[in-house]
């Protein structure tokens, strides 16, 4: 059963550093998305690809965040400098398309812990 | 955005049905109701969804009711693997984003 891809699983930097994450999504799937969880919380959309373009990024923290999909297909997600509230988990999701009949599926997710 | 309202935490048996209730009182009538559960420090697993009619596949049944302003996630015969964190979603119309509220812990006890 084809799955999303995320790496890495657990990453530990010190505030002030720059973290990157990745997401291969499944195949075929044209909309991605990434979301953060903090402990104790449900997941937030922070950004929602639809092939390379942004289609949602209203929750995004753009002053550090940053993301990318720029062949429509795996993508990356960059926080500079990291702050100790970034720490939390950042899951990947991908979907057919974005209509709400279409299935996300999650990755495993990376636990960030900012120290 | 339609919200949803669950309980914070309930128990099963194993073995017994476990019922998960959800109240989506402000739903709109093209707005689906989705189940995600997430097992401890993985990512959420897609349950089921539905649009109006009772919907059934391998892992669980969903009743919605039907003025659609509430529904319940059965799991047949729960077992211990099935303790997670439930979400009832209401799904965005236009972007179909994922609104996550707190979700039910449930906790399955031999």
């Known amino acids: 059963e084809a799955e999303v891809a995320q790496s890495p699983r657990y990453k530990i930097t010190e505030k002030s550093q720059a973290v990157a994450f990745w997401c291969d999504p499944i195949?075929?799937?044209?909309?991605l998305y990434w979301y953060r969880q903090i402990l104790g919380q449900g997941p937030e959309l922070l950004v929602q690809?639809?092939?390379?373009?942004?289609?949602?990024d209203s929750q995004l923290p753009k002053d550090r965040f940053s993301a990318e999909r720029l062949k429509g297909v795996d993508s990356t997600l960059k926080i500079q400098p990291a702050e100790l509230g970034d720490s939390a988990m950042y899951l990947c999701a991908s979907s057919l398309a974005g209509r709400s009949t279409d299935t996300q599926y999650f990755g495993p997710g990376t636990r960030l812990t900012v120290l | 955005d339609a919200k949803t309202t669950q309980p914070p935490s309930m128990d099963c048996a194993e073995g017994r049905a476990a019922n998960l209730p959800c109240n989506h009182s402000?739903?709109?009538?093209?707005?689906?109701v989705y189940w995600y559960r997430q097992i401890h420090s993985q990512g959420p697993q897609y349950i089921i969804h539905?649009?109006?009619n009772n919907e059934t596949n391998e892992m669980a049944s969903l009743i919605i009711t039907e003025d659609r302003k509430s529904s319940t996630l059965i799991l047949p015969h729960a077992t211990l693997r099935d303790t997670a964190v439930y979400y009832c979603i209401v799904r965005v119309v236009g972007t179909g984003k994922l609104i996550f509220g707190q979700g039910t812990t449930l906790q399955v006890k031999p």
């Open positions: 539905g649009l109006k």
């Open positions: 690809f639809q092939d390379e373009s942004v289609v949602d």
């Open positions: 402000t739903i709109s009538g093209n707005e689906y």
């Open positions: 195949s075929g799937h044209a909309t």
